[in-house]
């Protein structure tokens, strides 16, 4: 089995924005699996024990896939990410996969690799911190817009909300991630 754990904020005040890049890339690929025949992707599901909202899918009966919005916001992510790989029992190295958003790459890019993130990110130092190790997969997904203009403190800039083609670029860039992913995980 699978997880794919997405990090953002819950709620309506923060979709759109910046930080919630992995929201809006496990969304995507709940839409992509439920396309495929093969797969049976069920609803959003909020587990309270969990501190997330869940959705897996299945293949041959069997329950093969994993998706994950914490509700802990982004600077806990870490006591669910925690609370997943326990319930699911699943290993660090070869099943879970963090997926987030990064200043450090130009939006509209990504970039799929093991153990490297971020220097600032909180969300990320959290399920870092709480899962004792950062040797597993990490779907970087870049939101830098400002072209060399960093007048906007990080942290203000990554909870602004996208204009709509930002949206777009970003929509393009989670896509073929996603379809990445799936390459790089045969599902």
Not at 104 to 112: A, H, M, Q, T
Not at 120 to 132: A, C, D, I, P
């Amino acid at each position: 089995m699978k997880v794919v754990f997405g990090l953002g904020n819950p709620g309506e005040k923060y979709a759109n924005t910046r930080h919630n890049a992995g929201f809006f890339f496990v969304d995507k690929l709940r839409e992509f699996m439920g396309w495929d025949k093969f797969w049976d992707v069920g609803q959003w599901q909020l587990d309270k024990y969990l501190n997330s909202e869940v959705c897996t899918a299945r293949s041959e009966s069997e329950n093969k896939l994993v998706l994950v919005k914490p509700v802990t916001f982004m600077n806990k992510s870490g006591i669910a990410a925690k609370q997943i790989v326990a319930r699911y029992g699943i290993s660090l190295k070869d099943e879970f996969v963090l997926v987030h958003d990064d200043l450090d790459i130009e939006l509209g890019s990504y970039k799929i690799h093991t153990g490297v993130s971020p220097k600032q990110h909180n969300g990320v130092r959290s399920v870092e911190n709480m899962l004792g190790s950062s040797n597993f997969l990490r779907v970087r997904i870049g939101i830098d817009s400002r072209s060399g203009d960093r007048t906007i403190p990080s942290d203000d800039y990554v909870l602004m909300k996208m204009s709509d083609s930002e949206v777009e670029i970003l929509e393009e860039a989670v896509i073929a991630a996603v379809k990445s992913l799936r390459n790089v995980y045969e599902f």
